[in-house]
C-alpha cells in the first residue's frame, strides 16, 4: 500500500492519505467509486471530515485575452466522526454520483486533452488538508459515442477540445463551464466551414448537442458563424442512424443563409428539430458503433492517437496535476 500524501498541514507525524479510484474510465451522470486509504501517524487523531472534490481545468475569456485556471464543479463527503488509532490503516469505500455534464476526457481509450481530477480533502482537529489529487476519466455516454462517430465515418477530424467557462444562453447547463470539441470539417463540407465546434449538454432525460460552424465567406460576403442546437434521448444511441441524422444537421446549418449570433444566443432557433428521434425518409445504414471513427478518412480517434495532439493533451494534463499538488503542498 503506498500513501501518496501525508498530511503536512495537520502536523509532523500525522496520518496519511491515499485515494484509489476504482479501474476503467466513468460514465456522466453514472457512478464514481473507489476508496480513500487511511493510515494513521505518531498519535491517535480524529477524523473530523473526509472530502471529495471534483476539479477541472477551465479557460476563460476576459479583456486581457484567455487564461487558465482551476474550478471545483462537484463536492461530495464520504467519511469523518470517527478516531484514527497510531499507526491504524482503514479504508473507506465510497460511490458518488458524477454531474451529467461531467466532459469526455477520451475516446476509445484515446485521451482528448481535457483534465479532470478527483482531490481529497481531510479535516482533522479544525485543521483541513488537500490531500490527494487523482485523474478523473470520463468516457461518452452511448449518444455521445454514437455523434463522435458519426462525425467520424463522415470524414471529420478531430482538432482540440477544451473546456471554456461561461454559461450557454438558452440551454439546460448546469456546470459553470462547458466542453468544445473542435472538429476539422469533412472534404465535402471544406468549402462551407473552416471548422466546426460540438458541446454536449447532458442531462437524465438526453443529450443537447450544440453545434457552431465557423462558415466560410463568398466572394461578395464575409463569413460567419452558424450556431443551432438538437435534443436526443438517451434510447435514441441503438436506434437512429446516425450518420445520416448528423449529416442532416451540418446541411441544414451550411445551407442556411443567417447566422444565430455567439455563444449568448445557443439556441435562439433551433430550426424546430428540437427532437431528434424520427429520422427523415431516405436515410442511408450507416456503420455500427465502435466502427465509424476507424473507417473515417479523418477520424476522431484517429486524430487523437496521431501522435502531436495525444503528446501535447499529456504533457498540459500532467503540468495541471502538478500545479495543483504544489498548491496543495503548499496549503
Not at 425518409?281 to 495532439?309: D, I, Q
Request: zero cysteines.
Amino acid at each position: 500500500m503506498v500513501f501518496k500524501r501525508l498530511l503536512g498541514a495537520i502536523g509532523v507525524g500525522g496520518p496519511s492519505v491515499d485515494t484509489v479510484l476504482d479501474g476503467g474510465a466513468a460514465l456522466p451522470g453514472g457512478a464514481l467509486t473507489g476508496r480513500v486509504l487511511l493510515r494513521g501517524g505518531g498519535s491517535a487523531v480524529d477524523i473530523e471530515h473526509i472530502g471529495l472534490e471534483l476539479i477541472a481545468r477551465v479557460e476563460a475569456e476576459h479583456a486581457e485575452g484567455e487564461s487558465e485556471g482551476s474550478v471545483v464543479f462537484e463536492r461530495f463527503t464520504v467519511g469523518g466522526g470517527f478516531r484514527l488509532g497510531e499507526g491504524e490503516e482503514r479504508e473507506l469505500p465510497f460511490s458518488v454520483p458524477l454531474p451529467w455534464e461531467t466532459p469526455v476526457t477520451e475516446l476509445h481509450g484515446q485521451p482528448l486533452g481535457v483534465a479532470l481530477g478527483v482531490r481529497t480533502e481531510v479535516a482533522v482537529a479544525g485543521a483541513r488538508d488537500k490531500g490527494d489529487l487523482d485523474p478523473l476519466a470520463v468516457r461518452p455516454l452511448p449518444v455521445q459515442e454514437a455523434v463522435l462517430e458519426a462525425f467520424g465515418g463522415l470524414g471529420f477530424g478531430f482538432r482540440s477540445a477544451d473546456l471554456e467557462y461561461g454559461h450557454i444562453g438558452g440551454t439546460g447547463q448546469r456546470l459553470p463551464f462547458y466542453q468544445e470539441i473542435e472538429l476539422t470539417p469533412a472534404p465535402q463540407y471544406a468549402h462551407a466551414m473552416n471548422e466546426l465546434e460540438l458541446t454536449f449538454l447532458a442531462s437524465p432525460a438526453g443529450v443537447e448537442i450544440v453545434l457552431e460552424a465557423d462558415k466560410r465567406g463568398g466572394p461578395f460576403s464575409a463569413g460567419h458563424d452558424a450556431l443551432t442546437r438538437f435534443t436526443v434521448r438517451h434510447e435514441d444511441a441503438p436506434a437512429l442512424d446516425w450518420q445520416a441524422e448528423v449529416d442532416g444537421w451540418i446541411r441544414r446549418m451550411t445551407e442556411h443563409h443567417d447566422a444565430y449570433g455567439s455563444h449568448a444566443a445557443y439556441g435562439h432557433d433551433s430550426h424546430g428539430y428540437g427532437h431528434a428521434g424520427v429520422p427523415g425518409t431516405g436515410h442511408h445504414s450507416g456503420p455500427g458503433l465502435g466502427t465509424a471513427v476507424a473507417a473515417g478518412a479523418a477520424g476522431l480517434a484517429v486524430g487523437v492517437v496521431g501522435g502531436m495532439v495525444a503528446a501535447e493533451a499529456v504533457d498540459e494534463i500532467g503540468d495541471f496535476f502538478e500545479g495543483e499538488e504544489d498548491e496543495a503542498d503548499e496549503a
